[in-house]
């Protein structure tokens, strides 16, 4: 091979090793090694193939150029043992992936035959909706789980189908109207996990984000007793009368606060809200500012989202964020 | 019995524009050849259209929280693309390159349904602009080209968009059930009467093998949009789970179509590429036994797959099980074409024409389409990626770096027989390296946005995710290398148009019988034929001393 040639075919393999390094070391998943360990697998397998092809058509192209227009080569063909030794050792590599495949598979998806989940997230369009029925728990957007275990997730959807996808806890599982799909989450270490709904749900399924929030077992216990104790309902005269306006102003007929009479789910469970450390699916973080600018103009910040422009006056939202903001 | 049945020719010629004079005939013509070239002119007007809508996506995903275009027109623009590109660009390019070629290939006058012909071309184009009328109509369809309920049913999409979608969805499908009932039956009965069916140039097998697969999939589609139209019309709950139906049967009947529509897609560029490398390595093809029966075995396998774009839905181990097996299995004939076109180049005398350039293009681009979709049957690996941008890379490496890609091998291979003029092959190496790097640019690094978590779909994302900007960035600018490339190739195509025709009957010395009359055909293509005693029987014409070895 000429050394030009060498040259060429050394940055190709250097290309391949890339696509190799990128599928094997970008994941964020550390959910389970067999998962990594797929990946690694198909991306030395991959990328062999591929430096083949590349190197072949490349390789070929150059060598069999023809010199001369009317050049005509041998008409034969290539041994056909050449075939059939190809379609045997792409056998023996389906035979691999297969077999290692529905071994993870298992491992990954050993769901009890009597699930009795630790947390079930409900979609809507577009927020998420989490109940702990083992503690009573029911919030929205913020969702805590302890490290070191593995909690059996339950997830379902209001309206139309989403899917719930935290690539460093888990799987992706659909959520899908009128059935119930199951699967593991775990974390092991404490810290934020970032995720998405992908399934195209609507108009703002891009910002349909997550953020699970790995507590460390006491820090978990602590926030789900902060969860469960009653919401605070007096304070300042402006939180009374935000209050009142929260009552008045049909608030009360898609938003739930748990120890009050209301207990709609249409729009998220506001209990302890002022306790959350962002809103609108991870969009924004809570602050007085953010939240009177929604109040504003919902639309204005999540166009086309659910909830209405109320055309509140600005001392009816700074009376409404004060009372919301202090559901602590 | 003989499967030969004779057609009467008619005492009255059908209509073509060729004959007579006037506008009309353009659309009272049944010529397969001038049908054809509609079916082609259709598909680049769509495929600009859907070109358009790609560079507006792009545009707004190059930098985060972009406000370029409201979610809404988003939504229905990254619908329409798909829907556009899928049924309206690329399978009218490929029956259109069929209709045209499929009588030539072997050795006919007309196809076996000349009005049938027409009545799927109007169809489509019907159906076609008729999608495009609801933008006109309150908005256009928003629910993602593969349009699962009941984000698509009334209460989730209330314009009128999703009723244009299943009417002009279900008017393409008739058209393309009717193409494909007529090129099965133009092989059954047309061909040569010399010509056996294992004689077949390959690219008129996979179009035969085509027809069955068009058969037997669009009546599967046009099965669901009904139902969804009868459900969004009449008030009906078959995909509605709130009060009874089932929002998963809806996916059952999309894939089951859609699987196949991924081959139907695939196998006539399969055709295109297994003609273009022999004929410019001057050699017969590698394996055309192995290319022939795995066709076969990939249109069967083709209907047992679709689980795999379902294997997120929370279906049991055993039933994805069984699919990742059925989804691995039909990967092996379909990589070891790529192997078969590889091993036909070896020890050739290569033409380094457009035409091969772009097969070559192919090759590659498609073995990386194909190894990111074996990707998604290994089941926990699709666990994470399926719904990503990695989805998005791997469907525009099969659909543009595999099926455009092979149209546009074609179209350079075929241009000087459909108009009796070569394109220019120095605009057309403009044309394929804007395009190939372009391509490259824009999708490649997509696989990797979909490994660090983007989905699919999404008309903005939050700034604060680490390389998420710069590669959709780089994303983005790789479009518009692809777009100068498609304005080369349009520039291509009128200068070409301008020159008289001089193109030779058969200007690539290839074998089969298109090439046997003149370049571009008269309205009657032949009126005698060459022997045919073998797969190529203009070489045999050519070289009576080294024939091909006889097969009748």
């Not at chain 1, 995720?195 to 789900?224: L, N, P, Q, Y």
Request: net charge neutral; glycine share 8%.
């Amino acid at each position: 091979m000429p050394p030009q040639q060498k040259i060429q075919v050394y940055i190709l393999a250097i290309l391949s090793m890339l696509m190799i390094k990128t599928f094997t070391s970008i994941f964020w998943t550390n959910a389970d090694d067999s998962t990594n360990q797929l990946y690694t697998y198909f991306g030395i397998a991959a990328g062999c193939i591929l430096f083949l092809v590349i190197f072949f058509t490349y390789y070929f192209s150059k060598k069999y150029r023809a010199k001369n227009p009317d050049e005509l080569p041998e008409q034969k063909e290539i041994s056909h043992k050449f075939e059939l030794f190809i379609l045997i050792v792409a056998s023996c590599i389906t035979v691999f992936f297969l077999i290692l495949s529905i071994n993870t598979m298992q491992k990954i998806q050993d769901i009890p035959e009597n699930p009795k989940p630790d947390l079930v997230i409900t979609g809507h369009q577009w927020w998420w909706e989490a109940s702990y029925p083992q503690s009573g728990v029911l919030t929205a957007n913020e969702i805590h789980i302890p490290v070191g275990k593995r909690i059996l997730l339950e997830v379902n959807s209001a309206d139309v189908i989403h899917s719930w996808w935290v690539p460093a806890l888990g799987r992706k599982i659909d959520m899908i109207p009128g059935l119930k799909n199951y699967i593991w989450l775990y974390a092991d270490k404490p810290g934020e996990y970032l995720g998405t709904c992908s399934e195209f749900c609507g108009v703002e399924h891009a910002r349909m984000r997550i953020r699970v929030i790995a507590d460390t077992e006491e820090d978990f216990k602590t926030w789900t007793k902060s969860q469960l104790e009653p919401v605070i309902t007096q304070g300042t005269p402006l939180f009374d009368k935000g209050k009142s306006l929260f009552e008045q102003k049909t608030c009360t007929n898609c938003h739930g606060i748990n120890g009050t009479a209301y207990s709609e789910n249409i729009g998220p469970n506001l209990t302890h809200f002022g306790s959350r450390k962002r809103f609108l699916s991870d969009m924004k973080p809570v602050t007085r500012e953010n939240l009177k600018a929604w109040l504003t103009n919902p639309q204005d910040v999540k166009p086309g989202v659910k909830m209405p422009n109320f055309i509140f006056n600005p001392d009816e939202v700074e009376a409404l964020t004060e009372y919301i903001y202090n559901l602590k | 019995m003989s499967l030969f049945i004779d057609i009467p020719e008619d005492d009255d010629q059908l209509p073509a524009i060729n004959k007579d004079s006037g506008r009309l005939l353009w659309i009272a013509s049944v010529d397969h050849k001038q049908l054809g070239i509609m079916y082609l002119w259709l598909a680049l007007f769509f495929f600009l259209i859907g070109g358009i809508e790609a560079m507006i996506i792009r545009a707004q995903l190059a930098s985060a929280d972009n406000d370029l275009i409201s979610p809404e027109l988003y939504n229905q623009i990254f619908t329409m693309h798909g829907t556009t590109m899928i049924f309206l660009a690329l399978m009218p390019a490929l029956i259109g390159l069929a209709t045209y070629l499929l009588p030539l290939m072997i050795g006919a006058n007309e196809m076996a349904f000349p009005r049938l012909n027409a009545f799927s071309f109007w169809m489509t184009c019907m159906g076609g602009f008729l999608m495009y009328f609801s933008f006109f109509a309150g908005g256009a369809p928003d629910a993602g080209w593969f349009n699962y309920a009941p984000l698509s049913e009334n209460n989730y999409s209330s314009t009128a968009g999703v009723d244009y979608y299943l009417v002009g969805l279900i008017l393409t499908g008739m058209g393309s059930i009717g193409a494909g009932l007529n090129f099965v039956t133009t092989v059954l009965t047309l061909r040569s009467p010399q010509m056996k069916l294992n004689m077949l140039p390959l690219f008129a097998w996979m179009i035969f093998i085509n027809g069955f697969l068009l058969l037997a999939a669009f009546p599967l589609l046009n099965a669901g949009l009904f139902m969804m139209l009868i459900d969004r019309q009449f008030d009906a709950h078959f995909f509605i789970p709130s009060t009874g139906g089932s929002a998963i049967l809806w996916q059952h009947f999309f894939w089951a179509f859609g699987h196949p529509e991924v081959y139907i897609l695939a196998l006539p560029a399969f055709g295109i590429i297994s003609e273009v490398i022999p004929v410019f390595s001057r050699k017969p093809i590698f394996g055309y036994k192995f290319i022939a029966a795995s066709t076969v075995a990939i249109a069967l396998l083709a209907f047992g797959v679709w689980i795999h774009h379902m294997f997120a839905a929370g279906m049991s181990n055993t039933v994805n099980g069984f699919f990742a097996a059925s989804s691995m299995l039909i990967g092996i004939p379909t990589g070891i074409k790529v192997i078969n076109w590889i091993g036909t180049m070896y020890k050739g005398s290569i033409r380094m024409t457009v035409s091969m350039m772009f097969a070559m293009a192919f090759l590659i681009d498609f073995t990386i389409g194909g190894l990111s979709g074996a990707s998604f049957a290994i089941v926990p690996i699709d666990w994470q990626l399926t719904d990503t941008y990695y989805v998005v890379a791997h469907i525009h490496y099969v659909f543009l770096g595999g099926t455009a890609f092979g149209i546009f091998a074609g179209i350079f291979y075929w241009f000087p027989k459909i108009s009796g003029r070569h394109l220019s092959e120095k605009l057309g190496k403009w044309h394929l390296w804007l395009f190939v790097l372009g391509f490259n640019m824009t999708f490649l690094l997509q696989h990797v946005l979909g490994i660090i978590g983007m989905p699919r779909r999404v008309y903005t994302y939050p700034a604060d995710l680490s390389y998420w900007e710069i590669l959709n960035l780089v994303s983005s600018l790789g479009a518009i290398f692809m777009f100068a490339g498609i304005a080369v190739f349009l520039w291509n195509i009128y200068v070409t148009l301008k020159k008289p025709r001089q193109a030779e009957d058969n200007p690539w010395e290839a074998w089969t019988l298109e090439w046997a009359t003149t370049s571009p055909p008269q309205l009657q293509n032949f009126t005698s034929l060459p022997p045919v005693h073998s797969r190529r029987p203009l070489w045999d014409l050519k070289h009576p001393d080294n024939p091909d070895k006889k097969l009748n």
